[in-house]
């Protein structure tokens, strides 16, 4: 685990644990997916709190197993490029965008079936549901929408990065990895019926790409900065300024006199910085073999 990234290491130990207090309080006849899912906002167990809490719960094993894994596949990626501060507020802000958009898909799904007008609701086997009992069964859980969200970021980051999926053969670009993921769950959403969150997903999504796109356009009003800000980056600058006694536009910052020595690192520096000017023009896929070799052996220089 000292591999993984912070926020990545400690939501995938949340949920992990979120998971074993469920399986273990149900021993005890309490559903903590019941207390903490999300509850559709017209049932009387809706509390807002569940907006957040929904995400770390999970309604099974392979559940859980899915989510987690594309968390650390993919997760560490995009937080080792944007940092814990931006990762972290782009997962909670998604995962609750996604909350949001499962209500109002339950809102339709309530609108469009005239639910209101009925005091009960008969079951498949012939038994009458009080109104109020039925709609607290609409609970959403898990971190899916969330995790969507991340698939978008890598997919946008580094749209020509190929990766293997499984039972495919061959590997594919995250680019089409991503719209081929977006179609199936377009398709599933409005057109089968399961108890798949498939809303939830496209919403973590959406909530995904509006704030990436927004990032974008407006980089001078993210507290988070972009995405040259990135824990990787600024190591290098500040391991330039170390051993360089320059800053990275290439001013003095300290009164170093070994001059044969700078000479010696320019050439390094120069090579870094032009890899780094290629990450924020192209993207870090657009990289070479050798020049990831060197930004990553870099960043690891004491």
Known sequence: MRSIPTITKNLLIINILAFAAYYVLTFRNIDLNDILGLHFFLASDFKI?????????????????????????????????????????????????????????QYVQYSMEGLAAFDTV???????????????????????????????????????????????????????FITIYIAIEVFTAFFTTSNVAHFAHLGGMLFGFLLIKYWRRHPENSYFGNDSGSPIIEKLRKNWEKHTGKDAHGSTTSGNPDWDYNARQKASEEEIDRILDKIRKNGYASLTKEEKQKLFDSSNKQ
């Open 49 to 105: 709190y569940q907006l957040l809490t929904y995400m770390f719960m999970h309604g099974g094993l392979e559940h859980l197993f899915f989510n987690m894994f594309a968390l650390w596949m993919f997760g560490c990626v995009v937080e080792n490029i944007w940092g814990p501060k931006k990762f972290l507020f782009y997962y909670i802000f998604c995962g609750i965008g996604a909350g949001l958009v499962q209500e109002v898909a």
């Open 122 to 176: 008969v079951s498949a086997d012939g038994m009458k549901i009080p109104m109020d009992s039925y709609l607290n069964l609409w609970t959403t859980v898990g971190a899916s929408g969330a995790i969507y969200a991340i698939l978008l970021a890598f997919g946008m980051s580094f749209p020509e990065e190929r990766i293997f999926i499984f039972p495919l053969p061959i590997p594919i670009k995250a680019k089409w």
